[in-house]
């Protein structure tokens, strides 16, 4: 279970007491930082980089960057942040031409600074006209800490990112008719690179990778009873629902019906 605030104009959402982290590739234009509050043990991954978060580590990505979670050891109590980089224009410039060389702080905890900010983020109400000031704050301190504690690599000037590519492509098309072949048409590279890439950089397969985007889309859908099980199924674009029911006991353990239920008797959280 997790309580979630999202400002209206989507500046930031802040997740307190999330219990995992697992989260396939993605990639944004904003500040992503999970601490381990408690308990479990997960792999994150930031470009290239892999890390593992244990409690009382930071983990931070900057804008644009492709990252990830494969949580080892559950449970666990994480606050996880997602913030526009207008909120703190004063990094700006970091933002834009650097890149750290590790993104996590191990045992941040010890750091008064970004403990107390943590601290403020769990006990604090974010439902008033006054959060995203406080979550301001709070960034301005945490990557204060942070940027006082890494070392910085200017950004290489290498092109466009095939990587992130690839990602905005599947967020964009996953609930339509994609294949390996149809990205690498619309990209122009070799499908048999397309492959590897999601083999080697992603540590994921093609296949797992979109049913993972849809059924992430079809746990939103099914929290309320406003389409039916196969509708969703077609929607989020299985042809079948026997596929969709396959793919989505791998992934969640349980039946769709059986996830439209368990919501319904907690509230939908």
């Known amino acids: 279970m997790y309580f979630s605030f999202q400002n209206q104009k989507n500046a930031f959402t802040v997740f307190k007491n ?3 982290l697992t989260f396939e590739p993605h990639v944004h234009s904003h500040i992503e930082l999970a601490f381990m509050v408690s308990g479990g043990k997960s792999r994150a991954f930031a470009d290239e980089k892999a890390v593992t978060i ?3 580590d ?3 990505t900057f804008p644009n960057q ?3 979670y494969e949580d080892i050891e559950k449970p666990m109590n994480v606050v996880l942040l997602i913030a526009s980089p207008d909120i703190c224009p004063e990094f700006k410039q970091y933002f834009e031409k650097y890149l750290p060389e590790s993104p996590i702080i191990k ?3 010890n750091n008064p600074r970004i403990k107390n900010a943590i601290e403020l983020i769990l006990n604090a109400n974010l439902n008033n006209k006054f959060s995203e000031t406080f979550i301001r704050g709070i960034l301005l301190v945490i990557l204060c800490e942070f940027l006082n504690c890494s070392t910085l690599l200017p950004i290489k000037p290498q092109g466009t ?5 690839i990602i905005n492509f599947c967020y964009e098309n996953y609930m339509g008719d994609i294949s390996l072949k149809k990205i690498a048409e619309a990209l122009h590279i070799s499908h048999y690179y397309v492959s590897h890439l999601f083999a080697k950089r992603l540590r994921i397969s093609f296949n797992d990778y979109i049913n993972s985007l849809r059924i992430r889309k079809a746990c939103e859908l099914l929290k309320t009873d406003k389409m039916s099980i196969t509708e969703i199924a077609l929607f989020v674009g299985y042809n079948s629902v026997r596929t969709f029911d396959r793919c989505f006991q791998k ?3 349980m039946t769709p019906r059986e996830y439209r239920n368990l919501k319904k008797e907690n509230g939908s959280k």
């Open 161 to 165: 990112d095939t990587a992130k590519e």
């Open 251 to 253: 992934i969640r353990d």
């Open 107 to 109: 045992n941040a905890v």
């Open 66 to 68: 492709v990252h990830y």
């Open 18 to 20: 999330a219990t995992y």
């Open 58 to 60: 930071l983990f931070l």
């Open 54 to 56: 244990e409690q009382g």
